[in-house]
């Protein structure tokens, strides 16, 4: 496609449920990552994957958080048991990835709007 | 680990005039630093980016930033704002070397009065 998609734009779930969010990055970019934000907050960082390497999951806040990639495609980023304070925007990223030293830019989706009741 | 503070939450300008916004960030050794835009109902998209060299950089729009490692900033600036530049600014900073992901300032709302 043109650009990262993700779905679903808005989600309101209640307190306790699990969530299941999804990101479509661009065709070709090997590199994915997901971002949270909060209400009058930046992006904080969540989990990074790299081809066929271990995922980076340094930031995801609670092991009620996981996410997976297959391949170079798809990503979900699940969510358990969610609370009032998983509320937040969702961003995912996907880029290029070069040799060390070289930074590929992070084009990013329009994000997922999770509301926890 | 790295953080990012912008100073500035919510600024309102009129068209014409020049914008400052600042950003500082915290991390002891080399890093790369960004400017993201988002405008209204748009993703989040690149400004500017500085790696090395001139620490003077041009990014789209008209915008320039300035690094100035001794005062670990990266201010971004534009001599005259137009009511198309209203959006949200986040500025970001990622180390030289290891993780690749972002660290973002918690953003500037820009509104440009016509």
């Known amino acids: 496609g043109a650009g990262v998609s993700q779905s679903p734009s808005n989600k309101v779930t209640e307190k306790g449920k699990d969530v299941e969010l999804r990101c479509d990055p661009i065709s070709g970019h090997t590199a994915l990552y997901w971002y949270r934000q909060r209400l009058g907050q930046g992006l904080e960082f969540l989990i990074y994957f790299q081809g066929n390497s271990a995922p980076d999951k340094s930031g995801l806040p609670s092991d009620r958080f996981s996410a997976e990639r297959t391949g170079e495609s798809v990503s979900t980023l699940t969510i358990q048991r969610t609370q009032q304070e998983d509320s937040a925007v969702y961003l995912c990223a996907s880029s290029l990835v070069s040799g060390t030293g070289t930074y590929n830019e992070q084009f990013f989706g329009p994000g997922t709007r999770l509301t926890v009741l | 680990a790295q953080s990012v503070s912008q100073h500035n939450h919510h600024v309102i300008l009129s068209e014409a005039a020049s914008l400052e916004l600042g950003c500082n960030y915290s991390y002891g050794g080399t890093v790369n630093l960004f400017w993201y835009v988002q405008y209204p109902g748009q993703h989040l998209q690149l400004l500017l980016k500085?790696?090395?060299?001139?620490?003077l950089v041009k990014g789209i729009k008209g915008f320039e930033a300035e690094f100035i490692k001794s005062k670990f900033s990266f201010n971004l600036r534009k001599p005259s704002v137009q009511w198309s530049d209203t959006a949200e600014y986040f500025c970001?900073?990622?180390?030289?070397?290891?993780?690749?992901?972002?660290?973002f300032g918690s953003g500037t709302r820009l509104q440009v009065q016509p």
């Open positions: 500085y790696f090395s060299g001139d620490p």
């Open positions: 970001a900073v990622k180390p030289d070397t290891g993780r690749r992901a972002l660290t």
